[in-house]
């Protein structure tokens, strides 16, 4: 078989498919991972012991586990005690919930850079500390964290094909079916990776027009 | 008359401990509509822990605090309806760093005072005027000096309407050819009427401004009276000693302003 023919015929199709689930995963799972992250780093820094508490575990589980092992767990552990996701849900919510963990780190980071001068000088102003939080500290602290946060995404971007291992058929997961039908790894792999590595650039890229917009003299 | 003589502010018997230092020791006083009042004294006296429990920013132990006859400690009422009332300005200015000029002046405004965005744009806009930083409005704290920086601060703090201003410092972060430029803008203000107390370390500002100057050390208010009174002929040695080691350190300077 002509290698052209089977890239063009046999592969493309059913990678591509499989690229446009792994969109979809993206899609879901950088935001809400990023929400999640904020919500626990805000819970961390500004929360009562419990709540404190709470988030810090949160993070040195989700941090302190492998991805793959808390997959499982979602997809085929939770079952037992009744509660059921489809692969797609499942692998989203593994996503979220461990990107969050590591952008709480991040943001947590960078909340407890900003002096302590700004949370005064709001509150001072008759803000309340949940006013003074939204509109001067999480703006700045955001901007901070974004290069770590990135960073973040552009593993999500690629640790997305652990999906395939909760029978989410994305990208990879298309691709090892391919590959094993014809018992072709290379041609098939490559190609994977080449579309892997278009869609970090596209992230990476995108990312740094945000960072770039974002920027404020004096801040970061 | 009766009206420029209410008491703005009441300050009775604040006592206030950290671990085991007693840092405020039943300090009282009281500020009159359209008073300045100077607070001087070495550092660590409890000058700027005296400014930050007058609005709650930290919580004295004991004491109370009126503002215009309401009760802000111990009161159900919000604590952030007080706050808007009693400006501060700071040493290290504190503008938000995500903000450029403008906006520092007009958050305030529209976040916590629920004032339109047009409205509140205007007000900032006259506000820089009033600092003489109407052409910096659109730079951001990093691009500003450290006077331009204060004056926005007080630009910030005045938007609010303040029924007085409590300056922490206001020139102690600043370098001795900007200070001018900020003291200017405080003498405007208390010649302008607004009530204020001002914590410095300049004794040509109290000299020519101040209605009274309060002089503390270890948390007590040692000696209080008219600026000539305290400079000329105070009542303890130890007002004496402080002043006189102050006026050796800003000497000809202060003398000049």
Redesign the interface.
Known sequence: MNAIYFIKDIVLPPLLEGTWVTIKLLVFSIPLGLLLGILIAGGRVYGNKIISFLCASFTVFFRGTPLLVQLFIIYYGLPSIGIYFSPFAAAVVGFVLCSGAYHSEYIRGAIQSI?S??M?????????KF?AII??IF??AL?RALPGCSNEIVYLVKYSSLAFMVTCIELTGAGKIIATRYFRYTEVFLVIGTIYLTMVSLVSKFLAIMEKKLK????G | MQEDKAIVLRVEDIYKKYGNVEVLKGVSFEIKRGETKVIIGPSGSGKSTLLRCINQLTIPDKGRIWLENEEVTHTRKNINQFRQKIGMVFQDFNLFDHLNALRNVEIGLIKVKGMGKDNARQKAIEGLKQVGLEEQAYLYPAQLSGGQKQRVSIARTLAMDPSVILFDEPTSALDPELIGEVLEVIKKLALNGMTMTVVTHEMGFARSVANEVIFMENGKIIDQGSPHKLFTNPKHERTRKFLYKITELYGRSAEKK
């Open positions: 002096k001068g700004q005064m000088a709001a509150q001072a102003l008759g803000m309340s006013k509109y001067i703006p700045q901007r404020i003299p004096g801040l």
